[in-house]
């Protein structure tokens, strides 16, 4: 079965300085998508960032930007310039190719200080 | 774009009474549409999916009889929460996915908060 690993409960960041999540996956699948999703006090989940298994690029979204390891099976997430609405829960989740299920970590509490 | 409501966001009820959560696309249609349960400070689990037309799939566990869904229109999904308990005292989100490719992502909703009493 395929599991999500999220082994930072809580991180702390400067506001201005960079922070990376983890996450790490496990699944024989060749076929996936890996997603990073932001839920802020509001409980409203809101995509960040999306990777395809079989793009080698890492995926980038402003301030967003990913390590994909696909032999590591590690999906990290990097935020550059935190900013005080960065302050939120963030989930790692898996999706296989073919199928609709969504796996969620356990989630990162980000707190971001001015 | 990819907005998905919910209503309504928050709701108490009595023991017993049945509760019923709506999900909304607003500005495009969703083949499929997701219900989650999340308990505080836990990650979302998936409960059940929800095609167009058809009956729902739930997960291994989730009682089918308790937690009724129908996905009656393109834009529309309904979860009904039946004969409540406060062991069914959760956060409850919803999400949907744009036409009928399994490459599409899911845009979610802004949850239901359901306090039974």
């Known amino acids: 079965a395929q599991t999500v690993t999220q082994s930072q409960p809580e991180m702390s960041v400067q506001e201005a300085e960079t922070v990376t999540l983890s996450c790490t996956y496990d699944?024989?699948?060749?076929?996936?998508?890996l997603f990073w999703y932001k839920q802020p006090p509001s409980r409203q989940m809101i995509l960040v960032i999306r990777?395809?298994?079989?793009?080698?690029q890492n995926a980038t979204e402003n301030r967003f930007s990913v390590n994909f390891q696909k032999a590591a099976k590690s999906f990290s997430l990097k935020i550059s310039d935190s900013q005080l609405g960065d302050a939120a829960m963030y989930f790692c989740?898996?999706?296989?190719?073919?199928?609709?299920?969504?796996?969620f970590g356990t989630g990162t509490l980000l707190a971001v200080q001015p | 774009g990819a907005v998905v409501s919910q209503h309504p966001s928050w709701v108490i009820c009595k023991s017993g009474t049945s509760v019923k959560i709506e999900c909304r696309s607003l500005?495009?249609?969703?083949?499929?549409m997701f219900w989650y349960r999340q308990f505080p400070k836990q990650s979302l689990m998936l409960m059940a999916t929800?095609?167009?037309?058809?009956?729902?799939?739930?997960e291994q566990g989730v009682e089918k009889d308790k937690f009724l869904i129908n996905h009656a229109s393109l834009t529309l999904s309904t979860l009904t929460v039946t004969s409540a308990h406060p062991e069914d005292s959760s956060f409850y989100i919803c999400?949907?996915?744009?036409?009928?490719?399994?490459?599409?992502?899911?845009?979610f909703g802004p949850g239901t908060r359901l306090l039974v009493l």
């Open positions: 999400s949907a996915r744009p036409g009928g490719s399994s490459q599409e992502t899911q845009y």
């Open positions: 699944t024989s699948e060749s076929d996936y998508y």
């Open positions: 990777q395809e298994a079989y793009k080698q």
């Open positions: 989740a898996y999706r296989k190719g073919a199928t609709n299920k969504l796996i």
């Open positions: 500005d495009f249609q969703a083949t499929t």
């Open positions: 929800s095609n167009e037309g058809s009956k729902a799939t739930y």
